[in-house]
């Protein structure tokens, strides 16, 4: 195909089909939300035919890519497109993070009175028997007594396994570079061992915090900023995992060459991102 001319793909009907399931599971999470009996099964049936819309979508992106259907303008937006993709990801947690900061050095010193002006005032009105300090679980402590989930023992831990697998990752690249697929293999295996390894333990991390540590989404505003956090980190790890899961698959298979792997560099990008902010919620949710 020449490289200037642009790929026309032909009719899709992935997308319709992908647009369905996601409905069918919004429409169950709304029914189960209600107590509707037929909402858990909506869910279910609407999950499915999703993960069957990205197998036959991305299974016959890989055929179109190996069969040199792309020219280098298709690259090129693809390219763009997984940065946009991660830009909106990097503005998803950034919100999270604002509310923690918020949270911390404006919505609690304020209910505790601190400074002059809106912190006195809104100490005064609303809670004038709060004592600002953190981590809180509110006024009155209407999140119930739980104990603050340290760094040093499993988040640390995880750290270290997000760490070394953005190690192995890289280190999976340098071996597609250099035509060494046994290098790439191995170091996809690792990277996905690693990044299942970091899922379970912070599964752990969880049945800990809710069994023996008191700590839940219920636990003041601390509770739900420290598990939707990590909670959507951990979703995004698992992602994650799944993506280079099928990044392996086909390497296993054959397919990607030093001048045509845009598959491994976006899974490889996505992971790199997934370090990062695990790194800004290990130091500002764990460690202060």
């Not at 709304?30 to 035919?49: D, E, K, Q, R, T």
């Not at 969880?206 to 900023?225: F, K, N, P, Q, V």
Request: charged letters at 10%.
């Amino acid at each position: 195909m020449s490289t200037n001319a642009y790929y026309i793909p032909h009719k899709a009907t992935w997308p319709i089909i992908g647009t369905v399931g996601l409905m069918m599971t919004l429409a169950g999470f709304a029914n189960l939300l209600n107590g509707s009996s037929i909402g858990p099964a909506m869910m279910i049936m609407g999950f499915v035919v999703f993960i069957i819309m990205l197998a036959g979508w991305f299974t016959l992106q890989s055929v179109e890519s190996e069969s040199g259907m792309y020219s280098t303008q298709v690259g090129i937006s693809y390219r763009m497109g997984m940065m946009w993709f991660i830009f909106s990801e990097v503005m998803f947690f950034a919100v999270f993070f604002g509310t923690l900061w918020y949270t911390r050095n404006l919505s609690v010193p304020w209910l505790g009175g601190f400074g002059d002006g809106p912190g006195r005032a809104t100490h005064e009105t609303l809670w004038p028997a709060f004592e600002a300090m953190w981590p809180t679980n509110g006024p009155g402590e209407i999140g119930g007594e739980y104990e603050p989930m340290g760094a040093w023992g499993l988040p640390f831990l995880n750290t270290l396994i997000l760490l070394t697998s953005g190690v192995t990752c890289t280190w999976a690249h340098h071996g597609l570079l250099a035509k060494n697929r046994d290098q790439l293999i191995k170091g996809l295996i690792a990277t996905v061992a690693l990044g299942f390894l970091f899922v379970g333990f912070q599964a752990i991390e969880y049945h800990e915090a809710y069994t023996e540590m008191g700590l839940t989404l219920g636990s003041g505003i601390y509770g739900s900023t420290f598990f939707m956090l990590t909670g959507f980190h951990g979703f995004h790890v698992c992602v994650g995992a799944i993506i280079l899961s099928v990044v392996l698959f086909r390497s296993w298979k054959g397919h990607f060459k030093p001048e045509n792997h845009f598959a491994f560099e976006a899974a490889a990008w996505y992971w790199h991102f997934v370090d990062v902010v695990w790194l800004g919620l290990f130091v500002f949710v764990y460690m202060m």
